[in-house]
T-cell receptor, first 110, second 115 residues
Framework: DAKTTQPTSMDCAEGRAANLPCNHS???????VYWYRQIHSQGPQYIIH???NNETNEMASLIITEDRKSSTLILPHATLRDTAVYYC???????????FGAGTTVTVRA | NAGVMQNPRHLVRRRGQEARLRCSPM?????VYWYRQLPEEGLKFMVY????????ESGMPKERFSAEFPKEGPSILRIQQVVRGDSAAYFC?????????????FGSGTRLTVV
């Protein structure tokens, strides 16, 4: 799997959008970008994934650059419950392993 | 529709004892994965099982650790003769037969403390 680079931590104001960057400059053509988050004392939770097009679901939006070397996860209206560690992972679609790095610790402040 | 169920949530064992961690996958899921999260670290893959088969145990320590997923009942991660370094959160995930690109569902984990 391609390696990803994320900032260690970031703060966000409640109600504002949170933009979480991820660099994956060595991503291969058949690798997807996945985002998971881990709220304290819980298991990781799937957020969203994409290959090359931008994606949106009820939780977040994923913006992938045209060269696919980086992406941004957008939480449109952050709430206190979005405080968590966010992991950006790249993997091929049929790979059953997830390789978690250190992730980004996001703290949403009132 | 219950999610992935892990028990116990917290487990305390003395050095040298055995630890048994249980994982019941989501209904309809036949694939189970175990991950370990050491303090202040990310999750690391341990083992991938299907019913009655170990598919990939490349992440399992060579000694003292074993896993099974019997035809009936939950998957079990067994740690014999625990040491303080085994203290960690152990997470189980499950997926349906054709995982596709949608990843899988994690349980809430078992926090093992070795004293």
């Amino acid at each position: 799997d391609a390696k990803t680079t994320q900032p260690t931590s970031m703060d966000c104001a409640e109600g504002r959008a949170a933009n979480l960057p991820c660099n994956h400059s060595t991503i291969s053509g058949n690798e997807y970008v996945y985002w998971y988050r881990q709220i304290h004392s819980q298991g990781p939770q799937y957020i969203i994934h994409g290959l090359k097009n931008n994606e949106t679901n009820e939780m977040a939006s994923l913006i992938i650059t045209e060269d696919r070397k980086s992406s941004t996860l957008i939480l449109p209206h952050a709430t206190l419950r979005d405080t968590a560690v966010y992991y950006c992972i790249v993997r091929v679609s049929n790979d059953y392993k997830l390789s978690f790095g250190a992730g980004t610790t996001v703290t949403v402040r009132a | 529709n219950a999610g992935v169920m892990q028990n116990p949530r917290h487990l305390v064992r003395r050095r040298g004892q055995e630890a048994r961690l249980r994982c019941s996958p989501m209904k309809g899921h036949s694939h189970v994965y175990w991950y370990r999260q050491l303090p202040e670290e990310g999750l690391k893959f341990m083992v991938y099982l299907q019913k009655e088969n170990i598919i990939d145990e490349s992440g399992m320590p060579k000694e003292r650790f074993s896993a099974e997923f019997p035809k009936e009942g939950p998957s079990i991660l067994r740690i014999q003769q625990v040491v303080r370094g085994d203290s960690a959160a152990y997470f189980c995930a499950s997926s349906p037969q054709d995982q596709g690109v949608y990843g899988y569902t994690f349980g809430s984990g078992t926090r093992l403390t070795v004293v």
